[in-house]
């Protein structure tokens, strides 16, 4: 299996660190942590916004559905062989891909949520409705989130599923398995053929009972007040921190917010000319419960005491807060 994310702009190395293994827990000293109190972290705010800072004390959440709605703007990751002759628009409930123009493989354009917090061993049921503008076909699996590691081996489903022209409702039973510390995906491919496809009604559940998903140790929750409508706008801002250019980092962390929404995080300099120091700016998802990510980047053009982790979380449609916790950096070497 391919990189399906080969034409998409919206995701990077982003993987579940709830599913990983306990390699690094041995391991290094963080080179960058977190407290409730911010510590030496802080907010930067735009002239046309408002924000403000507080520490969060999260409660075990209770779920039984670990997927977003279809019809919510930002909480599907969509990735277009040809994006200029594609689109993905929200039709009622609904989510309405169309393509004038496919590619060679079918997971050359699909639709996704990732960082699942699925366990291995567990049975799950998925479900969903969906139907297209003439009869075809389209592939749903549960797959290893292998964007930096390449590896996209399936966890324990992979159904080609059968479309009509009518409604039709979809379901069926999985057990997880071959988890890594890569994380898991759920994809939706449908660059079989042309035309429309519509999903709506998705539905991930344990087969039984509910799903207690785990929360920060340590978390602050900002309020945008007023978000603005440019990310960047309002920035979370890291102590600062040294790299070593070369060298691979795992930062991990927990986001929660109001909203299902995106949001864009990098490494960057604290000082002009502001320039990034990864080889990747990350957007990443976040939701109205906590999701724990984990980003793999190589630095450079680093500079000593000058680097620093920036989460920007203004923009349109940001809500009316987002949570961090347990932020934390170590040095993977090179």
């Not at 039984?64 to 628009?89: C, R, V, Y």
């Not at 700016?281 to 906590?290: F, G, K």
Request: a negative charge; one cysteine or more; hydrophobic letters at 40%.
């Amino acid at each position: 299996m391919k990189n399906p994310f080969g034409f998409c702009t919206l995701i990077a190395a982003v993987v579940c660190a709830a599913c990983l293994a306990s390699s690094e827990a041995n391991a290094q000293t963080p080179i960058l942590s977190f407290s409730s109190s911010g510590g030496g972290w802080g907010t930067w705010v735009a002239d046309d916004a408002k924000a403000t800072v507080a520490p969060d004390n999260p409660a075990p959440e209770s779920v039984t559905n670990l997927l977003q709605p279809a019809n919510i703007p930002g909480a599907w990751n969509i990735s277009f062989a040809f994006p200029d002759q594609s689109k993905a628009s929200i039709d009622g409930d609904s989510l309405c891909i169309h393509q004038d123009k496919v590619g060679a493989d079918p997971w050359l354009a699909s639709i996704s949520q990732t960082d699942l917090p699925i366990k291995e061993g567990q049975a799950y049921v998925l479900s969903f409705n969906a139907k297209a503008d003439k009869t075809r076909p389209i592939f749903v699996t549960m797959q290893n989130f292998g964007f930096s590691s390449g590896d996209w081996h399936d966890l324990g489903l992979a159904q080609d599923v059968q479309l009509s022209s009518e409604w039709q409702s979809y379901s069926y039973s999985f057990t997880a398995s071959k988890l890594t510390q890569d994380g898991s995906a759920l994809f939706i491919h449908v660059g079989q053929q042309t035309g429309a496809v519509w999903v709506s009604g998705f539905s991930l559940k344990p087969a039984s009972g509910t799903l207690t998903l785990p929360v920060p140790s340590k978390a602050v929750k900002v309020s945008l007040e007023k978000p603005s409508d440019t990310d960047w706008h309002v920035q979370y801002i890291s102590d600062p921190f040294d790299l070593i250019d070369g060298h691979k980092y795992a930062l991990s962390y927990m986001i929660k917010s109001d909203v299902p929404r995106k949001i864009s995080c990098m490494a960057r300099l604290n000082c002009p000319d502001w320039h990034a120091v990864s080889d990747a700016d990350w957007s990443v998802s976040a939701a109205p419960a906590w999701r724990s990510h984990r980003i793999v980047f190589t630095a450079k053009h680093s500079m000593p005491g000058h680097n620093v982790v920036v989460f920007n979380l203004g923009g349109s449609g940001s809500g009316s807060f987002v949570s961090i916790g347990d932020v934390k950096m170590v040095d993977l070497g090179n």
